[in-house]
Nanobody
Framework: QVQLVESGGGLVQAGDSTILSCTAS????????RGWFRQAPGKEREFVAAINWSGLGTYYADSVKGRFTISRLNAKHTVYLQLSSLKPEDTARYYC????????????????WGQGTQVTVSS
């Protein structure tokens, strides 16, 4: 059984940067894409960014384009999300997920999910 574990985040100031990590372990899985989603209280889970297996293909939500950067290091089974120029509206629980689809933003295409890590941006 594939397990995804997120780390990083916490309380940051508006304008600051932070980095999230997502490390996979467990059974085999034909992962084509690792994605990040976020969910704020009372809101639906929304797509943030995705990266394909090679790391050469990335996809961002318009709301984070130019501020967030997704990358991966397959040797460590880890995907990173660098969050910069943070805004209070970026406050949410951030989830990592893995999909067999290529660079999808559709939450239903993701098979394995982590438990999430909280990012709180104070103004």
């Amino acid at each position: 059984q594939v397990q995804l574990v997120e780390s990083g985040g916490g309380l940051v100031q508006a304008g600051d940067s932070t980095i999230l990590s997502c490390t996979a372990s467990g059974g085999t899985f034909n992962e084509q894409t690792r994605g990040w989603f976020r969910q704020a209280p009372g809101k639906e889970r929304e797509f943030v960014a995705a990266i394909n297996w090679s790391g050469l293909g990335t996809y961002y939500a318009d709301s984070v384009k130019g501020r967030f950067t997704i990358s991966r290091l397959n040797a460590k089974h880890t995907v990173y999300l660098q969050l910069s120029s943070l805004k209070p509206e970026d406050t949410a629980r951030y989830y990592c997920a893995a999909s067999r689809q290529i660079l999808t933003r559709n939450v239903d295409d993701y098979v394995h999910w982590g438990q999430g890590t909280q990012v709180t941006v104070s103004s």
